[in-house]
């Protein structure tokens, strides 16, 4: 008997602890219940607050990301411009150094002289050129009435003295150093000395191909009546914008009937070459 009232006890005990836990538990969800309705706006706005907050954040990322690739075009077209401005000024240059290259190698055809006739001496074995000799303007055309030598030989030489100007003159075509000129002093052949030679131009006068249909520039006048005198003094030449001044006597073995052409470059050299294509293609009789 005081078995099962102990149990009784026990089970009624048990009873009222599980009546209060679920009299506390349905208190606190009612408590929580309460306190969420009452406050669920807050709760909400917080919420709100929270999901505007995160968006900003997303929204400042992207901005900076916007920002950064805007920072990275806006640099990569700075780069394209400055490699835009570095081509033109390289394609500036190569047009300079290509001008400046065709007027180094620039010819000008200041002669040409024919092998009318050409005989040799059976006794003496002497060979004997006559030759026919005109100066050329720029386009080619005879500037005097063609001259005759019977030389010696059958090469003949073209003496001359050559006045040779800085390259950057010739390089910027400069209107009075931008050719060199030239002087024709004697032709004579290979069979006698060059003192025996034929005057060709008077020394000390202006080249006939240089005159410029007969007026010379005071810088062209100036260089030939003081020729010798520069010549010899380097100060004085340089200050003229000379970088040389002495002779140069091209040779070339004839034939009968061939054409040859004298060319003097910008740059100061002189050449003998053969002219299959005279002015006017006239051709001696062979």
Do not use: C
């Not at 006939?208 to 030939?224: L, Q, V």
């Not at 003094?233 to 003229?240: I, V």
């Amino acid at each position: 008997m005081a078995r099962m009232m102990d149990s009784l006890a026990t089970i009624n005990s048990f009873l009222r602890t599980l009546i209060a836990l679920v009299i506390v538990g349905g208190a606190g969800a009612a408590g929580w219940y309460g306190y969420s309705t009452y406050n669920a706006k807050e709760f909400a706005a917080q919420k709100k607050a929270q999901e505007l907050a995160a968006a900003e954040k997303s929204l400042a990322d992207a901005q900076q990301k916007l920002n950064q690739a805007e920072a990275d075009v806006a640099r990569q077209a700075e780069e394209i411009r400055a490699r835009d401005s570095t081509i033109v000024k390289l394609n500036e240059n190569v047009k300079k150094l290509e001008t400046a290259l065709y007027y180094l190698k620039l010819d000008h055809r200041v002669a040409r002289f024919t092998a009318v006739d050409q005989t040799k001496d059976e006794t003496t074995g002497e060979t004997a050129t006559l030759i026919e000799f005109v100066e050329l303007n720029d386009e080619g055309q005879p500037i005097e009435t063609p001259r005759q030598f019977r030389v010696k030989g059958d090469v003949v030489y073209v003496d001359g003295w050559v006045v040779k100007f800085d390259d950057r003159y010739i390089e910027q075509a400069d209107l009075e150093r931008g050719t060199s000129l030239l002087l024709f002093k004697r032709l004579f052949g290979s069979g006698q000395r060059p003192d025996d030679g034929y005057p060709l131009d008077a020394v000390g006068s202006a080249p006939k191909a240089y005159a410029r249909g007969g007026r010379m520039t005071d810088f062209e006048r100036k260089i030939w009546d003081d020729f010798w005198n520069i010549a010899n003094d380097p100060q004085k030449a340089t200050a003229l914008g000379i970088r040389a001044v002495h002779g140069d006597a091209p040779s070339m073995r004839v034939q009968k009937g061939k054409w040859y052409k004298v060319l003097l470059r910008s740059t100061g050299e002189m050449s003998v070459v053969p002219d299959d294509n005279p002015p006017g293609g006239r051709r001696p009789e062979a």
